[in-house]
């Protein structure tokens, strides 16, 4: 189970934004979606949560778990 605030990946009207799990503003904005993701792993990566990353439209993306997971996943793409 995730220690901290998941971070989610998200669009915004300037480019893409991290935004903690349950939070009103956005931690931080970038241009592009990987700048977005790479910070948004190094906030999940200190705070043992979760990356969700989002499409355009809303819908999720990928999600990458970097706390405690009862259940880790078996893929192996990191």
């Given at each position: 189970?995730?220690?901290?605030k998941?971070?989610?990946?998200?669009?915004?009207?300037?480019?893409?934004?991290?935004?903690?799990?349950?939070?009103?503003k956005a931690?931080?904005?970038?241009?592009?979606q990987?700048?977005?993701?790479?910070?948004?792993?190094?906030?999940?990566?200190?705070?043992?949560?979760?990356?969700?990353?989002?499409?355009?439209?809303?819908?999720?993306?990928?999600?990458?778990?970097?706390?405690?997971?009862?259940?880790?996943?078996?893929?192996?793409?990191?």
């Amino acid at each position: 189970m995730a220690e901290g605030k998941n971070q989610h990946v998200v669009p915004h009207k300037t480019g893409w934004a991290v935004e903690g799990e349950g939070a009103s503003k956005a931690t931080q904005v970038f241009t592009t979606q990987q700048k977005a993701i790479e910070r948004a792993r190094e906030i999940a990566q200190n705070q043992r949560s979760e990356v969700v990353i989002h499409r355009r439209d809303g819908t999720i993306r990928d999600k990458d778990s970097y706390g405690n997971d009862p259940c880790p996943a078996k893929d192996r793409k990191h």
